[in-house]
């Protein structure tokens, strides 16, 4: 049976012109709808979160960068997305817009507007909220046997503690540079699991660099490919991506090859690869018209959930949008730039403020953009 492409078929049924004018009337009803966005009533609460796994942008380390990377494998567990010039927006919290189809779209005619941009390296700076786990044991002092390291069972070290930490990169065809584990931070959950964590001896907490609280520089040899499956795009493949005709057949070729739909990403649905994606493109070194094609194809899948405003860590405000019933991933997006604030994992609810035990995870985005020296 021949598969039927969603993308097309939309297209298709809408003529050139009238895609046009939809567009444009989102983008000049977009202060209406965010008028409406403060008067509607509240979204009830959701169900709990469906934790999954999230892909890093970066794969096909060399030796060197898989080393360095291996030190991330110790949390309890991690999340990963990626990447907004700092910019606060300010809206109260409120309801859900009327539509995420139409948040979505309005978002697509923003982006395209964007001015492009070229650069030698691709910038990210963004912050982490993740769970950590303890150890048994600290770390041996310089010129000692070292100690074994051990993490605490399970029941020992659920004491609610969460490690965010602060990460700058870039990014270019074949180099790389990362200064992470900055402004390092440790919260719990609880005031009871401060207290059992004291109880135990307040034994040495994992960060981005074993139980160090320093911020640690690394200078890569490495090729970049991005995409949350087993098939990805080069840093070519994303320079030649011009269309969103041309995203939209890469993305059905890659899913339709993709060999364990449900291993990779818990779901067969193509919607949930697209949102995964879309995750991915917002924060990639991809053109305006790229960015603007992701919300698109995103806009036309089945089982997106608007939540409505929320606000993330360091005080921004954006509109969050979740597939899964809004108790999978979700991405917050700032309404007035069509940029991405943070992605995360958990459940979310209208007007709240998120809060590192409330989500399961969270990367906010604090800056991105192209620079022509490795280090600014």
Do not use: C
Not at 44 to 70: E, F, K, N, Q, Y
Not at 131 to 147: F, H, I
Not at 319 to 328: C, D, L, P, Y
């Amino acid at each position: 049976m021949r598969q039927i492409d969603e993308m097309k078929l939309v297209t298709d049924l809408e003529p050139a012109t009238l895609t046009i004018m939809a567009e444009d009337g989102y983008a000049r009803r977009r202060d209406h709808d965010l008028a409406r966005i403060r008067t509607l009533a509240d979204t009830p609460a959701r169900s709990a979160p469906r934790r999954r796994r999230v892909t890093s942008i970066t794969a096909g380390l060399t030796a060197t960068a898989a080393a360095a990377a291996a030190v991330a494998a110790v949390l309890a567990q991690a999340t990963s997305p990626r990447p907004v010039t700092h910019h606060h927006t300010a809206m109260p919290a409120v309801a859900a817009p009327v539509s995420a189809r139409g948040f979505l779209l309005t978002s697509a005619v923003q982006a395209a507007r964007t001015p492009a941009a070229s650069g030698i390296y691709w910038y990210i700076r963004t912050r982490d909220y993740t769970t950590t786990a303890a150890l048994t044991e600290p770390a041996a002092p310089p010129g000692s046997t070292p100690a074994k390291k051990k993490i605490l069972p399970k029941q020992q070290d659920d004491f609610g503690a969460r490690l965010a930490h602060s990460e700058d990169s870039w990014m270019g065809r074949d180099r790389a540079r990362t200064v992470t584990n900055e402004n390092v931070a440790i919260t719990f959950a609880t005031p009871a699991g401060e207290a059992a964590w004291k109880a135990a001896g307040s034994p040495p907490l994992l960060t981005a660099s074993g139980t160090s609280h320093q911020p640690v520089t690394s200078d890569y040899q490495m090729s970049f490919h991005w995409g949350p499956g087993s098939a990805q795009f080069t840093w070519d493949d994303l320079l030649r991506l011009r269309t969103a005709e041309q995203l939209d057949g890469a993305l059905r070729r890659m899913w339709d090859r993709e060999p364990d739909k449900y291993g990779q990403f818990g779901s067969t649905s193509y919607g949930e690869y697209i949102f995964e994606w879309t995750g991915q493109l917002l924060t990639a070194p991809v053109r305006p018209a790229i960015r603007a094609a992701i919300y698109r194809l995103l806009a036309v899948q089945p089982g997106l959930i608007d939540v409505g405003t929320v606000t993330v860590p360091d005080g921004r405000s954006g509109i969050g949008v979740a597939m899964s019933g809004g108790a999978g991933d979700f991405l917050v997006i700032d309404p007035a730039t069509a940029q991405a604030i943070a992605w995360g994992t958990g459940i979310l609810h209208q007007g709240e403020t998120i809060t590192p035990a409330s989500v399961s995870g969270l990367e906010e985005y604090h800056a991105m953009g192209w620079t022509r020296q490795l280090g600014r």
